[in-house]
């Protein structure tokens, strides 16, 4: 009969103030010393307080000079969420509704290989797509690929690197929200003579909706930033956004240039995140 | 409220409870109220059961003397104490929840044995293992409680609750989730129990057969009001609204117009038919009422045939339904003024069926008839199903 | 053919599953490979050896980065899952102002890139004046933040489906508030405290682009890997991988088993037997009736 009510009183802030105090300090305070890295005089600081000097210049300079990477960053982020999608809708539909008795067991398969190290598996593509490997030579011998292709060091291996990386990602809010839908639903409208094709567009995919969602943004964000992919299978000609802050930071110590890129990558993440609450509400996060 | 509700009298002086009293208790939501200015003593070591429709706010009442509501109004006193605002938690009362809440972490011996462990009392295991014998599941102590039927997962937590020896048992609805014939023996079962330890029981249900076949005592209760309160055969036979004319069972009622109270019995005017109904089972003030009688009351036979019921004859009937259930056959009559009445004939293979179509008369002893107020609606309680 | 067409999904899910475990065999079979020579750049198979696992510290640094990695986890998990568990109750269980930022606040660091959250933290540290600071307090400092978010939606979740009747039921059996926390919610919202813990460890056990920004001169094991990536990559990455893996794969399958085997026990032939006959003569007297329930 009753739901949950939920307690009064002072106690839930004191529960909850640690965790928000340190997301406060070191993720939102952060951000507004990024914003202001980039907006202010760079040799203020917090203690000594900024010069107000609204230096928008750090901005366009930014973007005039690194939108290639900007851009590309966005298209690589696109494709390999694309290709995430393709695959990941595969093997969640295959587990939710294929797998029987196996569906932990899979489950278990889907996500076990992502507690290698991240950088150790990201070089076993360099070895995969190595101009001498199994891959290159089978494509080789099919003619797909000239005689001098490579894989290696393209942006085919940084977009495979980051849709093999960021799968996971797709499959298991997928998975989720595939799993919920009651498969009788699909066998009613096979019942009302839709074929299994029509039967996928009209009530599965309808239906999985908001694991694509989700699903999309959890691998599409993280996508975009990345650098590790590129830096390991990709060449000067690929390099992302992620690359570029973080060559700024650590090697042109431009640090006013670095947190402008960071702070457009943000706006442009909180703009997707915003459109998405605006549709789902914010108990849907979580 | 709208339709006419009677508040239980309190008991009569004299008549000793030591049992549980509850005065003008109430419970409002934000926005509705559950339980309105609710007057109700449960006599001590009855089997007491609290009756309604969903929504009734019979689980309401029972979660406030569980203590897992707090009154928004009203006492609660438990002989002589009052544990109004007491935590549930310094209530001799125990509770059967309806989906049993069992703690899936403890296997069944740490279940029963939760509440004399918090309380420290004497001999903790062997109390636990006579109750576990009481309740017949010995063997199964160590297992936890998923590995369990609905059967027997519904008798750990009685025994859970039991072992506490409570000054009343609160059971929730317990039997819902059994199927049919299991429901029934543990009905049985559960009067068994109720008998050999003598506490309290109050049982919470929406089923009339259930509370019919098991209670001593039955309030029938709707929105947040007592309708009715006594035996089981004393609210069958004699109900006082049409509230509990058509929830406990089925009822015909056919209305009329009162023309006299002589005697013990009062006079109708009933569609043109002059009846009698006893003065005793006559609940209606003012000049019009509700003539009810039981289908199984009423007596079917062709036109003209002598039937057992002298002066109470209504003509002019017509077959318009034939329902063979086995034990009986349910017929629906349609009378002259229109109103289809119910009429359950056993099947003694006495005489062949009705079939539609065919004319009849009907008949009653006037003994059996009620008389109800005429301002309730007669639809009131009436169910879409039955069991 | 037709089975080819009704088995269609499940055939291309497995494939897309080998797909995932590919580069992972390759980890695996390089752990057990020996480089041509010491200064060996190239990537490659070349010839079988035990070496690596026999020798894991090889180089040095690379056990010292293991071992900052393994107690920077311990520690950052440690943290984050108790403030991030006081959290999840509140959200649950509590009622405050400002929910839905603090859902937001929740979530953002969850969906902010990396690179991002790093160099924002840098930013910060610079800012403060610690920039010469830099090192294991700050990468503490860092990871606590990023798990924490992960740690309260596991145990959110978990807390969230805990239904609140058995809570009742303690109190009714005569539990005080205390008793009913630590004896039936604890117990119950634990086994999701535990798999929020392995999340958190997992989650900075692997970071590198934040702990990259901020870690000054300490090496974590990911920025040893980075480190060696350009230059000689000692096989012994691989190791370290390998045993990652098989030791995650442990838990997860173990926890797997443990409830599969509970499932089996409700399938006890015994039982069934019993149930069976004792439902055969279920119409006797009321003593014997229950013996059929």
């Known amino acids: ?286 | 409220m709208s339709h006419l509700a009677e508040h239980t009298e309190a008991p009569a002086e004299g008549i000793a409870t030591g049992g549980l009293e509850l005065r003008g208790l109430t419970k409002e939501f934000a926005t509705f109220t559950a339980v309105d200015n609710l007057d109700l003593d449960v006599p001590s070591g009855s089997f007491f059961a609290l009756l309604g429709p969903s929504g009734c706010g019979k689980t309401t009442t029972l979660r406030m003397v569980a203590g897992l509501e707090t009154p928004t109004a009203g006492t609660i006193r438990l002989g002589e104490r009052d544990i109004t605002n007491d935590k549930p938690y310094r209530r001799p009362v125990n509770t059967v929840f309806q989906n049993y809440a069992l703690f899936p972490h403890l296997d069944i011996f740490e279940n029963v044995a939760f509440g004399p462990r918090r309380r420290k009392t004497g001999n903790v295991d062997a109390e636990v293992n006579a109750m576990l014998e009481l309740v017949e599941l010995g063997n199964q102590a160590r297992k936890k409680p998923a590995q369990l039927s609905g059967g027997q997962q519904q008798r750990v937590a009685l025994a859970r609750a039991l072992i506490n020896k409570p000054e009343v048992l609160l059971l929730d609805e317990p039997l819902g989730a059994l199927d049919l014939k299991l429901r029934r023996q543990m009905q049985i079962e559960l009067k068994r129990i109720q008998d050999e330890v003598d506490t309290t029981f109050i049982h919470v249900t929406h089923d009339q057969e259930e509370a019919m076949t098991m209670a001593d005592t039955i309030a029938v209760m709707n929105a947040g009001l007592i309708e009715q309160m006594g035996a089981p055969d004393e609210l069958y036979e004699n109900p006082r609204t049409t509230f509990v004319a058509n929830f406990l069972g089925q009822s015909n009622l056919i209305s009329g117009t009162i023309r006299g109270r002589d005697g013990d019995m009062t006079s109708v005017d009933m569609q043109g038919i002059a009846v009698t109904v006893p003065q005793e089972r006559t609940h209606a003030a003012g000049d019009r009422g509700w003539v009810g009688i039981r289908p199984e009351k009423v007596l079917i036979g062709h036109e003209g045939e002598a039937l057992d019921a002298p002066g109470n004859t209504i003509p002019g009937g017509v077959v318009t339904d034939v329902s063979f259930v086995g034990v009986s056959t349910q017929y629906l009559v349609r009378m002259a003024w229109g109103q289809e009445l119910q009429v359950f004939e056993q099947n003694t293979g006495r005489r062949r069926l009705f079939r539609p179509g065919d004319q009849v008369e009907l008949s009653w002893r006037p003994v059996y008839a009620f008389l109800l107020d005429h301002d309730q609606a007669a639809a009131a309680g009436a169910q879409l199903e039955s069991v | 053919m037709r089975w080819l067409r009704s088995h269609l999904v499940l055939i291309l899910g497995l494939l897309v599953l080998v797909y995932t475990f590919i580069p992972i065999a390759i980890v695996v079979m390089m752990s057990f490979n020996q480089l041509p020579s010491e200064q060996s750049k190239i990537y490659k198979w070349n010839s079988f050896t035990f070496n690596n696992w026999l020798h894991p510290c090889a180089d040095p640094s690379m056990c010292q980065a293991l071992g900052r990695s393994v107690e920077i986890g311990l520690l950052a998990t440690f943290a984050a899952t108790v403030l991030g568990t006081l959290a999840a109750f509140a959200l649950v269980r509590h009622q405050f102002v400002g929910r839905s930022s603090t859902n937001v606040l929740i979530f953002l660091p969850m969906a902010a890139p990396e690179i991002v959250m790093g160099s924002s933290l840098l930013a910060l540290f610079v800012a403060t004046g610690f920039a010469g600071q830099l090192g294991f307090g700050t990468i503490l400092i860092a990871h606590i933040m990023f798990c924490l978010s992960f740690v309260v939606v596991t145990v959110r979740s978990r807390l969230a489906g805990l239904s609140d009747t058995l809570e009742q039921a303690a109190m009714d059996l005569y539990a005080t508030p205390n008793q009913t926390f630590w004896r039936v919610t604890f117990p119950l919202v634990f086994p999701g405290i535990l798999g929020a813990a392995l999340l958190s460890f997992s989650l900075s056990f692997d970071d590198f682009i934040i702990t990259n920004l901020n870690a000054g001169t300490t090496t974590t094991f990911p920025m040893y890997v980075w480190g060696v990536s350009r230059k000689t990559i000692p096989m012994q990455i691989n190791v370290v991988g390998t045993v990652m893996l098989i030791i995650s794969v442990v838990i997860v399958v173990g926890g797997e088993v443990r409830s599969r085997r509970r499932m089996r026990a409700l399938a006890d032939p015994h039982e069934v037997r019993a149930d069976s006959v004792v439902a055969a003569a279920g119409a006797r007297s009321s003593a014997g009736a229950l013996d059929a329930v």
Not at chain 1, 139 to 165: D, E, K
Not at chain 1, 200 to 208: D, E, N, R
Request: glycine share 6%; net charge neutral; proline share 4%.
């Open chain 1, 1 to 286: 009969m009753s739901e949950t009510v939920r307690k009064k009183g002072a106690i839930g802030y004191i529960l909850l103030a640690p965790a928000l105090l340190w997301l406060v300090l070191f993720f939102l305070i952060p951000f507004y010393s990024l914003v202001a890295t980039s907006l202010f005089n760079a040799d203020g600081s917090d203690f000594r307080g900024y010069t107000v000097v609204y230096e928008w210049s750090n901005y366009t300079n930014a973007i005039k000079e690194y939108y290639p990477q900007i851009l590309r960053s966005l298209k690589y982020g696109a494709i390999a969420t694309f290709l995430c999608l393709i695959l990941g809708y595969i093997l969640a539909y295959a587990i939710a509704f294929k797998s029987g008795r196996w569906k932990n067991l899979m489950l278990v398969l889907v996500i076990a290989p992502f507690f290698t190290s991240f950088l150790v598996r990201t070089l076993s593509w360099k070895l995969i797509l190595a101009d001498d490997g199994v891959v290159v030579n089978t494509l080789q011998f099919l003619h797909i690929l000239g005689a001098n292709g490579h894989l290696l060091y393209t942006p085919f291996a940084v977009v495979m690197g980051l849709t093999y990386n960021f799968l996971p990602f797709m499959v298991l809010p997928l998975f989720a929200s595939i799993d919920k839908i009651d498969y009788r639903l699909i066998e009613a409208s096979n019942d009302l003579y839709a074929n299994p094709v029509v039967g996928f567009f009209k009530v599965t995919w309808p239906l999985s909706l908001p694991g694509v969602v989700s699903g999309t943004l959890l691998t599409f964000i993280p996508a975009v930033g990345d650098y590790i992919n590129d830096q390991l299978l990709g060449n000067t000609q690929t390099r992302m956004i992620g690359n570029t802050i973080q060559s700024l930071f650590t090697e042109a110590n431009d640090y006013p240039a670095a947190s402008a890129l960071s702070v457009i990558l943000m706006l442009m993440i909180v703009a997707l995140v915003v459109g998405y609450v605006k549709r789902a509400g914010t108990e849907d996060l979580l």
